[in-house]
C-alpha cells in the first residue's frame, strides 16, 4: 500500500509520471480544515517527498504569503531557513517567504538543485504559487539521481574526481556583495568567507571569491548518487552569445562567474554542452495552478524556469540546512 493510502479518506491522488518514476499531487477530497490536515498528515506527506523528491498539494485552501509560511512552518517543523550566499536577485515577502528568482521574464533558468554551487544548501523547497503566468512559465524539475546515471562516464569521472571551482567577480553586471552577503561591512565577508573555506580577495571595495566543492553527493536517505552542482549555470557558456562580449570587454578572469575544474582546469564546453543536453532530456514539466504547493527534496530535484508571458508570481521557501561535509 503507498504511503498516500493512509490519508485515502481524506484526499484524491493523481500522478506526474515519468521515465524513472512520479510525482503525486494531492488534492483535498472535501472541505477539510489545510491547516490540521497538513499538521497531522506532515509525517506521511514528508516520507512520500523523501521517496519520490516531490510532492504536490493542489487545491487546498491557502489564500497567500500567511497561509504559505503557515503551511510550510508545519511542513517542516519550524526549520525554514534564510537565503545565504545567494546567486540570484530575489525578495522577501514576509519572514523567510521570498520571492523566487527575479530574472526577466523571457531568462531560462536551466535546472539546478538550489545552493549546491556553495557548502550550505537547503534540504527541503517549497514552491507557492499565488499568480500564474499567461502562457510559460512552468517550474521544470528533473531527478538528479536519473541524471547522474544518465551521463557519460567520462565526463562524469572528471567532474567527480576534481570537484568544481566557482569563481564570482561581484558588483557591475552581477549582483554585488553586499546583497550576496547581507551586509555592507567587508570585514564581516570576509570572516564569513574565512568561516566557510571560501578564497576571497578584495581589491579595495570590489570582492572576488573562489570555492570548491563536489560535484555529486550521496543521497543520506536513498543512498543513491546524484548529480549536484551548477557548473553549467556558472560557466560563462551559459550566457550563450552573450559571453564572448563580456570576455572581450572584462577578460575571462574578471567576468561576473565562472566554472572551472577544482584543480583550476578548464571545463571543456562539450562536457557542459552533454551536461546541458541530458539534463533537458530529463525535464519533467507540469502546468501551475494558482495555490499549488510544491515540495522538493533539493537533494533529489532539481529545478528550473521557463520563460513566460504575462505576470507570473511564485514564491520560495526552504528548511534544514545541510552541508556537503555532512553528505560526502
Ligand atoms: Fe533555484
Redesign the pocket.
Known sequence: MSLLNQLDEHIDIDTIPYKGGLISVVSPRKRINTQGFLTESKSILGAVVRQQGALLLRRFKLNGAKDFLTAVETLSGNKLCNYENKSTPRSQVIDRIFTS?EYPSDAFIPL?N?NSYTHTFPRYLYFFCLKKSISGGETPLANSALIHQALDEKVKDEFLGKGVRYVRNYGEIDLPWQEVFGTDKPQEVSEYCEKHSIDYKWNKNQLRTEECCPASILHPDTKEDIWFNQAHLFHYSNLGEGAQDLINVYGLNNIPRNALFADGEVIPKGMLDHIRDTLNANEILFDWQPGDLLILDNLKMA?GRRPFEGQRKVLVAMSEELTHRELN
Open positions: 528568482t539546478h538550489e529545478h
